[in-house]
């Protein structure tokens, strides 16, 4: 079955830091790969997605992810940390050909201090 | 607003009690998925639509219920209530077929859940 672990539920990081979100999944074959992000009180919105190609992708928000095949992961980054990036984050993967709907990881919240 | 409506945005009952969550996806989309949101389950999917019939079940309890009209607005009915069924209710939408789902799904604001 397919399934995708977030490292760390919880984040902090100083504004204007680094920020990495780990999400390491478990597929034998390539999965597709998302990240969400939750703000509170709202739904989930797609930040990003890996499908084929390009194996760095950008999202919205100055957010991007890395496909690494050899290490089956796909963190999230972004170079500077706005106060505004402070929400929930999962990353989820949908295996081709063989589920019809997203499994989430378990999310991670992040802080962000100023 | 994303496009996924789901009323209503709260909702406060007592134990025993059956309830009935309502979604109505985003315009053009046939799929509707629910997940159920607690501290300590994470995202949990329920179940998914496709066009009126079930097409996937997940972790859903036996005093759950869904359907997804010709309308294509669907329900969650949520029956026999108990303190732990207290959650987030989410509703998302995707466009048709795998390419859909890959385009991203959509989510509703959530109904919170609250059983008394």
């Known amino acids: 079955a397919q399934s995708v672990t977030q490292l760390g539920s919880h984040v902090s990081v100083s504004e204007g830091a680094l920020v990495l979100l780990r999400c390491n999944y478990s597929s034998s074959v390539p999965p597709y790969l998302f990240w969400y992000v939750q703000y509170p009180n709202q739904g989930l919105q797609l930040l990003l997605k890996y499908t084929t190609g390009a194996t760095l992708v950008k999202g919205i928000n100055g957010f991007e992810a890395e496909f690494k095949k050899s290490e089956t992961s796909f963190h999230l980054t972004k170079p500077s940390a706005h106060m505004s990036d402070a929400a929930e984050y999962f990353c989820?993967?949908?295996?081709?050909?063989?589920?019809?709907?997203?499994?989430f990881g378990s999310g991670t919240q992040l802080t962000v201090l100023p | 607003d994303s496009g996924v409506t789901q009323t209503p945005k709260h909702l406060i009952t007592a134990t025993g009690q059956r309830v009935t969550l309502r979604c109505s996806p985003r315009s053009g989309d046939l799929s509707v998925y629910w997940y159920q949101q607690s501290l300590d389950q994470g995202l949990q999917f329920l179940i998914q639509?496709?066009?009126?019939?079930?097409?996937a079940k997940g972790n859903i309890l036996e005093r759950f219920s869904a359907q997804q009209f010709p309308d294509l607005h669907s329900e969650l009915n949520l029956s026999s209530l108990e303190l732990g069924d207290s959650a987030l209710y989410f509703c998302a939408s995707s466009a048709a077929g795998e390419q859909g789902i890959i385009s991203g799904y959509t989510f509703g604001s959530g109904t919170r859940l609250t059983v008394v």
């Open positions: 989820a993967v949908l295996i081709s050909g063989s589920a019809r709907q997203l499994t």
């Open positions: 639509y496709y066009n009126g019939e079930e097409r």
